[in-house]
T-cell receptor, first 114, second 118 residues
Framework: KAGVTQTPRYLIKTRGQQVTLSCSPI?????VSWYQQTPGQGLQFLFE???????NKGNFPGRFSGRQFSNSRSEMNVSTLELGDSALYLC?????????????FGPGTRLTVL | AQTVTQSQPEMSVQEAETVTLSCTYDTSESDYYLFWYKQPPSRQMILVIR??????QNATENRFSVNFQKAAKSFSLKISDSQLGDAAMYFCAYRSALYQTGANNLFFGTGTRLTVIP
């Protein structure tokens, strides 16, 4: 089974621009979560989507948004980019049905804001 | 909110030796899951081992085992027969049991960088 895939792997943007990141979960997984990883703040939860609905949201400004499609693929969008948005963005998927429910991570998208 | 603390920013171990990484957490919940994830230089986050809080038996996965002390809120990872490929950042993570909160997000510690010396 293919793992979680994220595109693009690397991205360079300038302040004020917006960006869209994509995540394709493991086949059969219906939940997708997004995390931001920075040297200063570590790993922080952004949001989780399940069945095209946002189930849970972390403490991030409204510039960060996401969505999930009927095939469980997810996108996250960051508008009006700031320098502090430079980070590794990790996507994780899970089955969302099993009691053992473990999250499996993708390779991440490295976003650099100049 | 739950907090996860990893007090060892860096650790080193000789190849073939054993090393233990520490993790403590704070929660008022009675049921939850604990995880150790490994992040090598490739940045891919890889699940190493998981522990259900309701299980008293410590989880084991090949050379990796945990020492789960629920009362002390401690969850350490032991790596036996260390190999060069074990060199990575190791993150301890906590997750509430779904039926309690409906939230599936992981709370991560700050990580421990493990160096394996040949």
């Amino acid at each position: 089974k293919a793992g979680v895939t994220q595109t693009p792997r690397y991205l360079i943007k300038t302040r004020g621009q917006q960006v869209t990141l994509s995540c394709s979960p493991i086949s059969g997984h219906r939940s997708v979560s997004w995390y931001q990883q920075t040297p200063g703040q570590g790993l922080q939860f952004l949001f989780e989507y399940f069945s095209e609905t946002q189930r849970n949201k972390g403490n991030f400004p409204g510039r960060f948004s996401g969505r999930q499609f009927s095939n469980s693929r997810s996108e996250m969008n960051v508008s009006t980019l700031e320098l502090g948005d430079s980070a590794l963005y990790l996507c994780a998927s899970r089955v969302a049905g099993e009691s053992t429910d473990t999250q499996y991570f993708g390779p991440g998208t490295r976003l650099t804001v100049l | 909110a739950q907090t996860v603390t990893q007090s060892q920013p860096e650790m080193s171990v000789q190849e073939a030796e054993t090393v233990t990484l520490s993790c403590t957490y704070d929660t008022s919940e009675s049921d939850y899951y604990l995880f150790w994830y490994k992040q090598p230089p490739s940045r891919q986050m890889i699940l190493v081992i998981r522990q259900e809080a309701y299980k008293q038996q410590n989880a084991t996965e090949n050379r990796f085992s945990v020492n789960f002390q629920k009362a002390a809120k401690s969850f350490s990872l032991k790596i036996s027969d260390s190999q060069l490929g074990d060199a990575a950042m190791y993150f301890c993570a906590y997750r509430s049991a779904l039926y309690q909160t409906g939230a599936n997000n992981l709370f991560f510690g700050t990580g421990t960088r493990l160096t394996v010396i040949p």
